[in-house]
């Protein structure tokens, strides 16, 4: 009788155990654990070195599924994190070449496993200026497309802009259809364009910046204007409210005939005498497209149509509008 009770009470140990190792797990493959310690139970003869040695297997199976997932989960906050590394060490190149610190320009040098942030108007591997970043060993840079070929950018003094606009990827070594893409405008403004998971063909056109360079001076503009045409809504912005130190950046939710309208307005890079804008409109956010033009003051910068992927300008100001 006492050799049966600790049987039980070592089978009744034996099934916590079983449950406690899977409580991370799918409820479908925690239910199919549990029925087959329950039928086991209501069989007299208990478990049998087989029975253990499958229950076992199944558990490695469970265990092995979650390591693999959570491989894959690292390895993308991995790869969105360095994205942004390569993105923050270009935008700190361009903020010194704007602030012309040590009297020079500066760029940044791209390698396979690297990327350089080096001083003067030409990379040189020796110099002991260059300042290097190494990404981890599952991540690499790749496609790197720059206008003029090579693979370097270098940012002008006082515009902060690059004649090497372009692109490049950061992505995984061990599965290099995970990617991210860093797009290098003109402006010499750095960003990350999209998720490199999205099939072809299938990205949604209003979930992209627009950039446009506006030929005249911000500095005395008293509104920023959004008018959805179709509503008949209008949207007022103190303009000198969100203007400091030369960079405009607005951003807000209007509703417009019901559904709301996330925007995000701002400067790249100001001259004095003309600032580079971009505009996000998303439709994560913006679940319903709406027609829009925006203003500042009585001049016409960007009109967008229902659809979101017409982009048009009504102003001789306005150029080189590029849908990112």
């Known amino acids: 009788m006492e050799t049966h009770l600790n049987f039980n009470m070592a089978r009744f140990n034996l099934q916590q155990r079983i449950t406690n ?20 139970e209501v069989e007299s003869r208990g478990f049998t070195f087989i029975e253990l040695l499958v229950v076992i297997g199944m558990i490695a199976v469970l ?14 906050i991995e790869l969105k994190t360095n994205a942004f ?3 923050d060490v270009l935008n700190l190149a361009r903020q010194r070449t ?12 791209f390698e396979a496993n690297q990327l350089v942030l080096f001083k003067g108007a030409a990379y040189s591997a ?5 300042i290097f970043y190494a990404l981890p060993d599952a991540l690499e840079i790749a496609d790197v497309s720059l206008a003029g070929g090579g693979s370097e950018v270098v940012f002008d ?11 490049l990827k950061a992505r995984l070594v061990s599965d290099i259809g995970k990617f ?27 979930s992209r910046h627009v950039h446009f360079t506006y030929g005249q001076s911000i500095s005395g503009t008293g509104s920023l204007v959004l008018n959805f045409p179709d509503d008949a809504v209008t949207e007022n912005i103190n303009f000198a409210t969100y203007y400091s130190g030369g960079v405009f950046d607005w951003s807000g939710t209007i509703n417009v005939g019901g559904s709301n309208q996330v925007l995000r307005i701002h400067t790249h890079a100001n001259s004095g005498l003309s600032a580079d804008f971009s505009v996000t409109r998303d439709l994560r956010y913006n679940t319903v497209n709406k027609r829009l033009k925006i203003y500042l003051d009585a001049v016409n910068l960007v009109n967008y149509e229902t659809d979101g992927t017409t982009i048009t ?6 150029s080189s509008i590029q849908a990112q």
Request: aromatic residues 6%.
């Open 21 to 40: 190792s899977v409580l991370t797990f799918s409820q479908r493959q925690i239910a199919l654990v549990l029925s087959w310690v329950q039928r086991a």
């Open 63 to 76: 265990a092995s599924g979650a390591l693999i997932a959570y491989r894959a989960a690292s390895g993308g």
């Open 85 to 87: 590394k390569i993105v």
């Open 98 to 109: 704007i602030a012309s610190l040590g009297s020079s320009e500066y760029g940044v040098h």
């Open 126 to 130: 020796p110099d002991p200026d260059n």
């Open 157 to 167: 003094r006082i515009t902060g802009k690059t004649v090497q606009s372009g692109s």
């Open 180 to 206: 991210k893409t860093i797009n290098i405008l003109s402006s010499g403004r750095a960003d990350i364009s999209s998720d490199a998971l999205a099939p072809a063909g299938t990205r949604v056109s209003d």
């Open 313 to 318: 300008s009504g102003s001789i100001f306005v």
